[in-house]
């Protein structure tokens, strides 16, 4: 087989590896459970026994690997191949990911922060092939970003150049996880579409999320997208609010 080269994405709960061609044909791909408590030894050590699992399950062999790269979430020095502080990876401090997978595989890493991962994908295989200048939003707990200028990855100032989802669209809005009031994450992420239909809920709004929340205790972001397919009307001021926090910031990255 000619070149192979493995994409491993290191979140919180699972590490998603997949294996590509040299045309970056998805070839396999498998998840395993992350179990961050056990620390970073461990979580390398089944990081690189299931990269070896999937290529032998795909018949790979691993001299056919050119490289591997990873994405994890931030913050960390990309440069030097360090996670600093992983919100979602309580045990990883300081940790130098890039070398403790480069020697345990014994190939070359790159390593990246997962929102430009994604975004670097889909520019070069995905919905951004062929254009110079793309924005690239993933929504999930939370609202990351990736900005792709004159064909180059945007990285700035200590990486941060496309913390997107920290952007105010609404001074004195919302409180946000990071700190700052009214930033898009704090009214357009899953959590917080969760967030926001629970204390309409909460606070007397009637909804049929209601018997949901008295009975479960909590609402979930799908929830309110079940809700609102079904005709309930706050949910589906729950989802235009969501749905005009994303356009928001969408027309002003454009
Ligand atoms: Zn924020």
């Given at each position: 087989?000619?070149?192979v080269?493995?994409?491993?994405d ?6 998603k590896?997949?294996c ?15 179990k961050?408590?056990m620390?970073?030894e ?21 001299r056919?690997?050119?490289?591997a790269g ?5 913050p ?6 360090i ?6 990876l ?16 014994g ?15 889909e ?17 999930g707990?939370?609202i990351?970003?990736?900005?792709v200028?004159?064909g ?20 004195d ?7 700052q ?11 917080s579409?969760?967030?926001r239909a629970?204390?309409?809920?909460r ?34 001021q ?17």
């Open positions: 087989m000619s070149e080269f493995v994409g491993i290191l979140g919180g709960t699972n590490i590896i997949g590509f061609d040299s045309d970056m044909k998805l070839i396999s791909k498998t998840s395993v459970a992350t961050a408590d620390g970073p461990v979580v390398v050590d089944r990081m690189a026994q299931a990269v070896e699992k999937l290529l032998a399950d795909a018949s790979v062999c691993l056919d690997v050119r490289m990873i994405g994890t979430p931030g960390a020095k990309y440069k030097e191949g996670i600093i502080d992983a919100a979602n309580p045990k990883f401090k300081n940790v130098p990911i890039r070398r403790m997978l480069s020697e345990q595989l190939k070359p890493v790159v390593f990246e922060n997962d929102a430009n991962t994604a975004c670097w994908g520019y070069t295989v995905g919905a951004g092939k062929g254009v110079e200048d793309m924005v690239f939003f993933t929504l707990t939370g990351g970003g990736g900005i200028s004159n180059e990855l945007l990285h700035g100032s200590d990486d941060n150049a496309a913390e997107l989802g920290h952007t105010i669209i609404y001074p809005g919302r409180l946000c996880g990071c700190g009031k009214g930033c898009v994450e704090a009214y357009a992420s899953a959590s579409t969760a967030a629970t204390e309409a809920v606070s007397g709004t009637a909804s049929s999320l209601k018997k949901l929340l008295d009975e479960d205790g909590q609402i979930s972001c799908k929830d309110v997208y079940e809700h609102l397919a079904a005709g309930d009307e706050l949910a589906r729950i989802t235009d609010g969501t749905a005009k926090a994303i356009a928001i910031i969408c027309v002003n990255m454009l």
